[in-house]
């Protein structure tokens, strides 16, 4: 069984920058490909970022790009969101994902394990 812990999130102002972490455990972590999504009140749960297994693919959402890199250290087992330039809009619970197979992915329906969220609030 693979479970995921994130931290990391937390209120910034309008600006700002956090990075959230996303620690894995249970197998091997480089047979996996890695994903953060993320959810706002009253809205579904969205794709954000993924990184395949070796870190040499990766993809964003439109809304983050530019501003968010998504990065994994096989030696911590951990994966990465660097969030600059943060706004109001990116106030969410923020989500990492786990999927087999190690290759990038983008819909929810793409990945195996999940973990239980870090809350980020951006104010303005």
């Known amino acids: 069984q693979v479970q995921l812990v994130e931290s990391g999130g937390g209120l910034v102002q309008a600006g700002g920058s956090l990075r959230l972490s996303c620690a894995v455990s249970g197998r091997v972590f480089s047979d996996y490909g890695l994903g953060w999504f993320r959810q706002a009140p009253g809205k579904e749960r969205e794709f954000v970022a993924t990184i395949d297994w070796n870190g040499r693919h990766t993809d964003y959402a439109d809304p983050v790009k530019d501003r968010f890199t998504i990065t994994r250290d096989d030696a911590k087992s951990t994966v990465y969101l660097q969030a600059n330039s943060l706004k109001p809009t990116d106030t969410a619970v923020y989500y990492c994902?786990?999927?087999?197979?190690?290759?990038?992915?983008?819909?929810?329906?793409?990945?195996?394990?999940w973990g239980q969220g870090t809350q980020v609030t951006v104010s303005s």
């Open positions: 994902a786990a999927r087999r197979g190690g290759s990038t992915g983008n819909a929810i329906t793409h990945y195996d394990y």
